[in-house]
């Protein structure tokens, strides 16, 4: 292969495969040096340069000129030296071009190797390396398949597959082949078999991203969500709190005419979102985190234990415990306070 031919196609490969050319190139140099080596008895005499910048590609031997030889791998006599550089003295060194060719099969095979190693190990870094830095965020992603024992479904998220868990996913929902979602990454580790990418579509961080996206009050900093407790699928309850008294936190996620948490219901599939105030007195935090139900009163049983018992109207002890204790759950969860919750009358039913 020719220089021009050579470099030519390390800069496909870039393009093909978004592998630095300088990378593979380095792979390749280190891949002939090790097969070059065997003809030097593993002396470290055989250099490889190669300048992607300039298209220039030697190897080259470098040997010691002695005036008598003790290793002929590593050393080289005056006049011979002179062959490679005329002004060539004692204690100088000398660089042997080498061509490539004569190398034979053992170069290509192991240097076909390596590159083919390299560009998986670079890919892999390059993966790894994107989905750390969207760590925590969320990215659109395409179902490719669906497991029709496990109900897993693998994504795909730009050039890289993922796999989102029966159980990550919303349990109303059913995914269809070619589908977009948006799904939440929970975590990226590295492992030997490349990149694990965790990815969910019940997480409560999803839900948060939904609304740091669609609300720009959330976006600035001026509004802050405190907590979130998700049953997914079914209902949310997010606590909101705003610097600016002048702004109103829950008024800003709703957005006009409900604009704004509207598109995050539609694109939840429904899923009801609570958006209650949050406060630091945990009595009004608490009677905020039953809404819609009305609370008479809180009374703190244990604050280190971190539970209350909650007071409210007979008409309303429904509403506060909700549908199988959601409502009660939720609040408990976004509180992070065990909640009694009491009937007014002290009576529970008929």
Not at 249 to 270: F, H, M, N, Q, T
Request: proline share 3%; hydrophobic share 40%.
């Amino acid at each position: 292969m020719k220089n021009n031919e050579f470099f030519e196609a390390l800069k496909f490969m870039e393009a093909e495969k978004g592998v630095p050319a300088v990378y593979i190139a380095e792979k390749i140099s280190n891949a002939i040096v090790v097969a070059a080596r065997r003809d030097y008895d593993g002396c470290d005499v055989v250099h490889c340069d190669i300048d992607v910048e300039n298209n220039k590609f030697r190897v080259y031997v470098r040997k010691e000129v002695v005036e008598e030889i003790e290793n002929e791998y590593e050393q080289i006599l005056p006049d011979e030296a002179k062959r490679y550089s005329k002004k060539a003295k004692v204690g100088d060194f000398v660089e042997i071009e080498l061509d490539t060719k004569k190398f034979g099969r053992i170069v290509a095979q192991t240097a076909k190797h390596v590159i083919r190693q390299g560009i998986r190990e670079a890919e892999h870094g390059m993966v790894l390396q994107e989905f750390q830095s969207r760590h925590h965020e969320i990215v659109t992603a395409n179902v490719l398949r669906i497991d029709p024992k496990t109900g897993n479904a693998t994504v795909e998220i730009g050039k890289s597959e993922a796999i989102l868990p029966k159980t990550e996913q919303v349990e109303s929902e059913a995914l269809q082949e070619g589908q977009k979602i948006k799904v939440y990454i929970v975590d990226v580790k590295d492992t030997e078999k490349g990149p694990k990418i965790m990815i969910s579509r019940t997480h409560p961080g999803l839900v948060k991203r939904l609304f740091e996206m669609e609300v720009p009050e959330i976006f600035d900093g001026t509004v802050e969500i405190k907590a979130i407790s998700r049953e997914a699928g079914s209902r949310t309850k997010m606590a909101v709190w705003s610097k600016d008294e002048e702004v109103d936190p829950i008024g800003a996620c709703i957005g006009p005419k409900g604009s704004r948490v509207a598109k995050i219901v539609e694109e939840l599939v429904g899923e009801k979102i609570d958006i209650v105030k949050y406060s630091d007195d945990i009595s009004a935090f608490i009677s905020e985190a039953l809404s819609p139900a009305r609370v008479v009163s809180v009374e703190v049983v244990d604050e280190a234990a971190r539970s209350c018992k909650v007071t409210v109207p007979d008409n309303q002890l429904s509403l506060a415990i909700g549908n199988k204790g959601q409502n009660a759950r939720l609040a408990a969860k976004l509180t992070g306070w065990k909640i009694d919750i009491r009937p007014e009358s002290g009576y529970y039913g008929e």
